[in-house]
Antibody, heavy 119, light 107 residues
Framework: EVQLVESGGGLIQPGGSLRLACATS????????MHWVRQAPGKGLEWVSR????????NYADSVKGRFTITRDNAKSTVSLQMNGLTGEDTAIYFC????????????WGKGITVTVSS | DIQMTQSPSSLSASVGDRVTITCRAS??????LAWYQHKPGTVPILLIS???TLQSGVPSRFGGTKSGTDFTLTISSLQPEDVATYYC?????????FGQGTKVEIK
């Protein structure tokens, strides 16, 4: 069974940093691009970032570019999201996801982890 | 970046009604359009990929079509368990932008 479990969330002050991790199991991790999306309170889903299979290519939403960095450790089957310069606009539930095979987008998500940016 | 305009933002319909949600891309995205269902407190569920391919396990009352840069999600006969917010998402190139979402309720 494919499983994705996020960790590292919590309450952080504005301007602070946080590192989210997504531990995966049940599939060949290094065969799949991985993604992060988020949902702010009362808002819709927002795509955040993605990383390719060997970690050499990453893309970001404009709202996080220059502040967030996605990385992966294929030996540990984990993907991480380093978040710096956090503001209240980053308060959200963060989900990691794996894409499906072929032309299938993200087909499995973790349960999500809450990040709250507040003083 | 390509913008995804989803409409309506919300709708209320009766059980058994046919429901249609539309997503318009500001540029050509080919067939790389997905539809997700998201219920509060749960994870998004992928309903449809490549504009019209129903994912395994998804009820056949859900369907997707494409006409140029316009994409449609149809629920042929609305059921109580379909109450959720539905999102389109483009995935031809980054950023993989979501539409604004459509909240579906039962009348």
């Amino acid at each position: 069974e494919v499983q994705l479990v996020e960790s590292g969330g919590g309450l952080i002050q504005p301007g602070g940093s946080l590192r989210l991790a997504c531990a995966t199991s049940g599939f060949t991790f290094n065969n799949y691009w991985m993604h992060w999306v988020r949902q702010a309170p009362g808002k819709g889903l927002e795509w955040v970032s993605r990383i390719n299979r060997d970690g050499s290519e990453a893309n970001y939403a404009d709202s996080v570019k220059g502040r967030f960095t996605i990385t992966r450790d294929n030996a540990k089957s984990t993907v991480s999201l380093q978040m710096n310069g956090l503001t209240g606009e980053d308060t959200a539930i963060y989900f990691c996801g794996k894409i499906g095979g072929g032309a299938v987008p993200v087909d499995v998500w973790g349960k999500g982890i809450t990040v709250t940016v507040s003083s | 970046d390509i913008q995804m305009t989803q409409s309506p933002s919300s709708l209320s319909a009766s059980v058994g009604d046919r429901v249609t949600i539309t997503c318009r891309a500001s540029q050509d995205i080919g067939i790389y359009l997905a539809w997700y269902q998201h219920k509060p407190g749960t994870v998004p569920i992928l309903l449809i990929s490549t504009a019209s391919t129903l994912q395994s396990g998804v009820p056949s009352r859900f369907g997707g079509t494409k006409s140029g840069t316009d994409f449609t999600l149809t629920i042929s006969s609305l059921q109580p368990e379909d109450v959720a917010t539905y999102y389109c998402q483009k995935y031809n190139t980054a950023p993989w932008t979501f539409g604004q979402g459509t909240k579906v309720e039962i009348k």
